[in-house]
């Protein structure tokens, strides 16, 4: 079992930067691809980033490509996403997510991770 804390979320002006960690406890973390996702009100959860186990391989989606930057410290069990440029539209509660399957690889897709966190609430004003 794999619990994931996230935190670093905030109020923020349109522009600005913010660094979301996800730390997590129990299971075999290092080998597990994590991914990061947010909702926001009235929309679907959406695919963010995500990182490989060992953190050779990222995945970012179109909309976040060149301002937000994925990492992970195996050895404090943490994941980072740190975001840049940000927009009102990045407005959501982002989750950090794990996959329940050692050295698979990141994915885009929600439906393959098992393990959620209960989300930090990052808000863009204009």
């Known amino acids: 079992q794999v619990l994931l804390v996230e935190s670093g979320g905030g109020l923020v002006q349109a522009g600005g930067s913010l660094r979301l960690s996800c730390v997590a406890s129990?299971?075999?973390?290092?080998?597990?691809?994590v991914g990061w996702f947010r909702q926001a009100p009235g929309k679907e959860r959406e695919f963010v980033a995500a990182i490989g186990y060992n953190g050779g391989t990222t995945a970012y989606a179109d909309s976040v490509k060149g301002r937000f930057t994925i990492s992970r410290d195996n050895a404090e069990t943490t994941v980072l996403l740190k975001m840049m440029s940000l927009k009102p539209g990045d407005t959501a509660v982002y989750y950090c997510?794990?996959?329940?399957?050692?050295?698979?690889?990141?994915?885009?897709?929600?439906?393959?991770?098992?393990?959620w966190g209960r989300g930090t609430q990052v808000t863009v004003s204009s």
């Open positions: 997510a794990a996959r329940a399957t050692s050295y698979s690889g990141p994915s885009a897709a929600a439906a393959n991770y098992y393990y």
């Open positions: 129990g299971g075999a973390f290092s080998t597990l691809a």
